[in-house]
C-alpha cells in the first residue's frame, strides 16, 4: 500500500494568495483527519471526515479555512485568503473503523506551508 | 488549556538502558491513549495504544502503562537502541460508539539515544 499522499510536500506563497493542499487516504479507509503541527500549539486536529462527509470541523481556526472530501480517495484543505500565522505543516491522515476503536491513525508526509 | 501534557521536551537516554516518556491528561472521558513517533520530515506513525479497560499494554520493546486515577500514561522502550532516537507524541481519543474521533496529542517529548 502507497500509504497517505500529500501533495505539494512543500509550498510557498505570498500573504492574500490561495492555497490548495490534498490528500489522498489509504484506499478503504473510511475516515480522514487534517491536523497541523506548530511550535506553539503542537499537533491540532483541523476537521474530520467520515465516508466523505464532515463530521467535526470545530478546530478550523478561521473561515479562510475549508476542506472538502469530493469522493473516497480525495481531500483538499484550501486557504483563502492565506495570512503568515498560516505557516505551518498540514499532515493529513486517515483510518478504517474496522481496525477497532483504537483509532490508529496513519499519517501523510506533510505539506509544510510558508507564507511570506 | 492544554488537554494533554508532555512536560519533558527533550530526553537523553544511554543506549541499551530504559528510556521513560510520560504524558498526562486532564479530561477522564477519554477512553483510548496512543503514543506515536515522529522523525524529522516525516508524519508521526503509530507506535503502541492502550484503552481504558487496562492498564498495561507490551509490544515487542515497547510498554504503555496506564494509570486511569493519576490521569497518567507512560512509555517504556527496553532496551533503547540509536534508531529510537525521535519525537514521541502522547495522544487520547474518546471513542463515539459509532466510529472514530479526531486525536488530541501533547506537544512531543524529543528522545535522543546516546551510543
New interface residues.
Given amino acids: 500500500d502507497a500509504g497517505v499522499i500529500q501533495s505539494p510536500r512543500h509550498e510557498v506563497t505570498e500573504m492574500g494568495q490561495e492555497v490548495t493542499l490534498r490528500c489522498k487516504p489509504i484506499s478503504g479507509h473510511d475516515y480522514l483527519f487534517w491536523y497541523r503541527q506548530t511550535m506553539m500549539r503542537g499537533l491540532e486536529l483541523l476537521i474530520y471526515f467520515n465516508n466523505n462527509v464532515p463530521i467535526d470541523d470545530s478546530g478550523m481556526p478561521e473561515d479562510r479555512f475549508s476542506a472538502k472530501m469530493p469522493n473516497a480517495s480525495f481531500s483538499t484543505l484550501k486557504i483563502q485568503p492565506s495570512e503568515p500565522r498560516d505557516s505551518a505543516v498540514y499532515f493529513c491522515a486517515s483510518s478504517h473503523t474496522h481496525r477497532g476503536p483504537y483509532n490508529e491513525q496513519f499519517f501523510g508526509p506533510g505539506t509544510r506551508l510558508t507564507v511570506l | 488549556d492544554q488537554q494533554v501534557k508532555q512536560n519533558s521536551p527533550s530526553l537523553s537516554v544511554q543506549e541499551g538502558r530504559i528510556s521513560i516518556l510520560n504524558c498526562d491528561y486532564t479530561n477522564s472521558m477519554f477512553?483510548?491513549f496512543?503514543w506515536?513517533k515522529k522523525y524529522p520530515?516525516?508524519?508521526?506513525?503509530?507506535l503502541i495504544?492502550i484503552?481504558s479497560i487496562k492498564d498495561k499494554n507490551e509490544d515487542g520493546r515497547f510498554t504503555v502503562f496506564l494509570n486511569k486515577s493519576a490521569k497518567h500514561l507512560s512509555l517504556h522502550i527496553v532496551p533503547s537502541q540509536p534508531g529510537d532516537s525521535a519525537v514521541y507524541?502522547c495522544a487520547v481519543?474518546m471513542?463515539s460508539g459509532g466510529?472514530?474521533?479526531?486525536?488530541?496529542?501533547?506537544?512531543?517529548t524529543h528522545l535522543i539515544i546516546q551510543p
Avoid at chain 2, 41 to 46: D, I, R, S
Fill in positions: 477512553d483510548y496512543l506515536y520530515a516525516e508524519g508521526p506513525t503509530f495504544s484503552s507524541f481519543s471513542y466510529g472514530a474521533d479526531g486525536l488530541t496529542f501533547g506537544k512531543g
